[in-house]
């Protein structure tokens, strides 16, 4: 299994452009995460999904954030606009209901300048 | 509100040592306690997985040991390689959210 797939691995934008990020959960997970980890404040669950279904955004900072997962292979989060404060790695992460035990994609770094 | 501590938060060690990173909890009705390992600029990588039953997990020369009850745990990394230097996380899924904690890390720098 090639592991939860992210894209891009790096972004770089100006204050106020669309983000959109990508995550591609590993085949059979039916449940899925956003996190973001910034120095500051480390690694924070941003919203997570069960069987494509919204479950908890409330780590969803501002409405500038969105996610959408329109099937069991694919994910987006968006930030729009995004400003530079939103610069940070943002990671995917997929598991099952039934273990709880998470299996993370290797990030996407984000700078807005 | 889950809250999750990791001392120390950054620990330098010559090669061949035995070495103890502790994690420590503030809610103890957890699910399940995980341990991760993160290298500069990449992915966090499952170290081990302690199920809120279960007292400790080996694999290889990692142990991790859980006391829910005192809401803590620790990870034991015995004959450290450099290999072994790393970020070191922590985190427990907790809350009927099932929403998994972490602590902020130990870095560790096993020199050679």
């Known amino acids: 299994d090639a592991g939860v797939i992210q894209s891009p691995r790096h972004e770089v934008t100006e204050m106020g452009q669309e983000v959109t990020l990508r995550c591609k959960p590993i085949s059979g997970h039916n449940s899925l995460f956003w996190y973001r980890q910034t120095m500051m404040r480390g690694l924070e669950l941003l919203i997570y999904?069960?069987?494509?279904?919204?479950?908890?955004d409330s780590g969803m900072p501002e409405d500038r954030f969105s996610a959408k997962m329109p099937n069991a292979s694919f994910s987006t989060l968006k930030i729009q606009p995004s400003e530079p404060r939103d610069s940070a790695v943002y990671f995917c992460a997929s598991g099952t209901s039934g273990s709880y035990e998470q299996y993370f994609g290797p990030g996407t770094r984000l700078t807005v300048t | 509100k889950q809250e999750v501590t990791q001392i120390p938060a950054a620990l330098s060690v010559p090669e061949g040592e035995n070495l103890v990173l502790n994690c420590s909890f503030t809610?103890?009705?957890?699910?399940?306690l995980q341990w991760f390992r993160q290298d500069p600029g990449k992915g966090l990588t499952s170290l081990l997985l302690?199920?809120?039953?279960?007292r400790e997990q080996t694999s290889g020369r990692l142990n991790a040991s859980l006391d829910k009850s005192s809401g803590r745990s620790t990870l034991y990394i015995a004959a450290s390689q450099p290999g072994d230097s790393a970020t070191y996380l922590c985190?427990?899924?907790?809350?009927?959210?099932?929403?998994?904690?972490f602590g902020s890390g130990t870095q560790l720098t096993v020199l050679p």
């Open positions: 985190a427990v899924l907790s809350g009927s959210a099932r929403q998994l904690t």
């Open positions: 809610d103890s009705a957890i699910y399940n």
């Open positions: 999904f069960n069987n494509n279904v919204p479950i908890d």
């Open positions: 302690i199920q809120s039953s279960q």
